[in-house]
Structures are given as structure tokens and as C-alpha cells.
């Protein structure tokens, strides 16, 4: 009886043993994956999980160099869909994946968003005096001097990352048909405030609801009837001139958003219509003319829409190229146009025909497109 007994005790450690070794074995196999498979589950790996990914042990954090140093990865540069404003929670929407993600980002939390570009997103408070700067995905912060209590603006808008020493900012307001312009320069303490005329007395200019965009060195205003209002920031008072566009009558009375896009040195304008369709035109900008062109086709290109941000990027996904890609839902699926279809489609490809469903596509106004850029700050918030 002893000795069974202690044959029994032998086995069940030798059992015992054996689990620990194939454990060990099974925790080896994580962190012996090939290199080629780590990148290929990297590849499905969002932003937001990418820290968690790097975490998991030696050999994973070795094939997943720091987010600054992954410019080549697309999915760390697609584009997602910043929810804000009033919402309860604050979240990403990739539309690649028509997925939302939460996101702790406590700087966000009732406050209005102006712009975002070169990686910032350019913020304020309620009152629109305090102004800073938040790299939404490093949450980097950069103050700037309050814009003085007396002034409203309608628009505001930067040139370049406001770690650089030539970064303006510049707000824009239209009092009575004329433009009031502020800036600031990197490094100083006060806004400068101009007000002047257009010489085109007789042309009233009413900013549109999209933010003005940065081409080679001016920026271009678009006005709520298509209309293009064109400025450098280095010489305001002298540079402001007005181009009147002979839209037809017919498509002006009918037009119910309208939007400025910078497109591979292109300048776009993106019209929505009114009607049971919300019909989707592009346009191009003739230099040459300083006119609107009537465009068909995108090519490769892919146009992000919202009245804070908009900016185009070349595909390299099959299937992305010639669409807009707007804040709007459909339920809780994202909604895209075609404009080889001339219809708009929810991420998963069902095509949105219905007049009266197309009417109650739910629009995010105060959403923000976004592009992750993880820049390199290190050390305390960087100072204006």
C-alpha cells in the first residue's frame, strides 16, 4: 500500500512538472513568433492598442519601434474622425474598420475644436479667448496668449506646427461684408488686429461654415455662394482681394454646404446640394482664371469633409480612391459618397437610396478629421 501510494505521489508530480514545461513552452511561443507574423498582426493593430502591443514582452516591443518612428505604417497614418463637442464620451472613428474608439483625453472634455493640422489640433474654451494647442495622440499641450475679449471670430487657423518658429495664427471674421483678420507669431504675447475693406465695395463676402486652407503661402476663404477670398498673412492689409464666381443661379439657390480643399496642389471646392439626394459636386480651381472647373473624377484621391478640417489623401487601398468621406451616420455606421456611383454608401457598402434615409443621415457639425502624425515632443509642453 506505501509504495502505490508513493508511485501515486511520483506520477502526479511528474504530471505537475509536465504542465509547468508545456506552459513555459506556450509562453515561449508568443514571444518566439516569426518577425513576419508580428508585422502582420501589427498591421491590424489600431493606434490606441499599439502601447498595449509594444507592452506584451521583448521580443513584440523590438518589431514595434515608437509611434513617432512609424511614418511608413498606414494604418498609424489613416485617417480617423474625432467626435467632441458635446458628447459624454470622446472617440475616434476609423473608417477603414467602422469602428468607434473611446478615448481618455480629459483636454477634450467641453472644449470647441477650431482646426487640426500638422499633427495639432488647434482648441479653445467656451468663450473662444483661451487658445492652445493639443497633439491629440502624444496629448502634448503648447498655450497660447488669449485672443482679447473684445474680438469675435467666425474662423481660426494656423500655419505650420506650432513648435516651429514660423507658426501664425490667424483668426478671421466678416463684420458687415468686411474682413477682420488676427494674428499671432510664434513667440509673441499680443494679437495683431486688422480691419479694412475690399476694394469690390460691391460685393458682399459671407464666410462659408469650412475653415479657410494654406496653398503655397496664401490662404483662400470661401464665401456661403461659392465665392473665393484670397490673403497672405505677411501683408494682410495689401493682399485681400475677392474673385466673384458666375455659379449659376439655379445650382446657388440650391446649395446647402459647400467646403475648400487643398488636393495634391489642387484647389477643391465640394459642393452638397439640397434635395431629396443631397447630390455631391467637385470643382476645381483654374489658376489661370482664378474660376471654378467642374470635375467628374477623383482618380486615387480620397477627400475628408468637416467644417474645422479638410484634407485629401492619395489611396493605397484598393477601393478607397474617388469618395468623400463626410461626418455623417447612418445609424452607427459611417457614410461615405462615390462619385462613380453618385450615391452615398455606409462603410459596409450598402448604398443609401432612399431619399427620406439620405434626409436623416445624422451629421457630427462640430467633428474633426483628423491625420496621426506622432510628433516627437520630449520633456515638459513645449512653450509658444
Not at 466678416?174 to 483678420?181: E, Q, T
Not at 503661402?217 to 505677411?234: F, I, Q, R, S
Not at 489611396?315 to 468623400?324: L, Y
Request: aromatic letters at 14%; charged letters at 25%.
Amino acid at each position: 500500500m506505501m509504495s502505490e501510494a508513493i508511485l501515486v505521489s511520483t506520477l502526479s508530480s511528474s504530471e505537475i512538472h509536465q504542465e509547468l514545461r508545456d506552459e513555459k513552452k506556450e509562453d515561449d511561443s508568443w514571444s518566439s513568433l516569426r518577425e513576419e507574423l508580428l508585422s502582420l498582426m501589427l498591421s491590424r493593430v489600431y493606434f490606441s492598442d499599439y502601447p498595449r502591443f509594444r507592452a506584451t514582452c521583448a521580443s513584440w516591443q523590438r518589431a514595434s519601434p515608437p509611434l513617432e518612428l512609424t511614418p511608413h505604417y498606414p494604418k498609424y497614418q489613416s485617417p480617423c474622425l474625432l467626435l467632441h463637442g458635446l458628447r459624454q464620451a470622446i472617440e475616434f472613428f476609423n473608417p477603414m474598420y467602422n469602428i468607434p474608439y473611446k478615448t481618455d483625453i480629459s483636454e477634450l472634455s467641453h472644449i470647441t475644436v477650431y482646426s487640426f493640422n500638422h499633427g495639432w489640433l488647434l482648441m479653445g474654451s467656451g468663450d473662444g479667448h483661451h487658445t492652445f494647442f493639443l497633439d491629440p495622440f502624444t496629448k502634448v499641450k503648447i498655450e497660447i496668449p488669449n485672443i482679447p475679449s473684445n474680438i469675435t471670430f467666425s474662423k481660426i487657423c494656423f500655419t505650420s506646427s506650432p513648435t516651429s518658429l514660423d507658426c501664425m495664427v490667424i483668426e478671421f471674421t466678416i463684420i458687415l461684408g468686411d474682413l477682420r483678420v488676427g494674428i499671432i507669431k510664434h513667440g509673441e504675447e499680443n494679437w495683431t488686429i486688422e480691419d479694412f475693406r475690399s476694394s469690390q465695395f460691391w460685393l458682399r463676402f459671407h464666410l462659408s461654415d469650412c475653415n479657410p486652407i494654406l496653398h503655397n503661402g496664401w490662404y483662400y476663404c470661401l464665401d456661403t455662394a461659392g465665392n473665393l477670398g484670397v490673403l497672405k498673412p505677411e501683408s494682410v492689409r495689401d493682399s485681400w482681394h475677392i474673385y466673384p464666381q458666375r455659379l449659376p443661379w439655379k445650382l446657388r439657390d440650391t446649395l446647402q454646404q459647400c467646403f475648400i480643399v487643398e488636393s495634391n496642389k489642387d484647389i477643391l471646392l465640394v459642393f452638397v446640394y439640397c434635395g431629396g439626394d443631397r447630390r455631391v459636386c467637385v470643382y476645381k480651381l483654374d489658376f489661370s482664371k482664378m474660376v471654378w472647373e467642374r470635375i467628374e473624377d477623383l482618380g486615387n484621391r480620397t477627400l475628408y469633409i468637416s467644417n474645422t478640417t479638410s484634407f485629401s489623401t492619395n489611396s493605397t487601398i484598393r477601393g478607397m480612391g474617388n469618395k468623400i468621406f463626410f461626418p455623417k451616420f447612418n445609424g452607427k455606421d459611417g457614410v461615405f459618397y462615390s462619385l462613380a456611383s453618385k450615391r452615398y454608401h455606409t462603410y459596409d457598402d450598402d448604398a443609401c437610396e432612399n431619399p427620406r434615409e439620405i434626409k436623416e443621415l445624422k451629421e457630427f457639425v462640430w467633428a474633426t478629421w483628423v491625420l496621426p502624425q506622432f510628433a516627437s515632443v520630449s520633456g515638459e509642453d513645449p512653450k509658444w
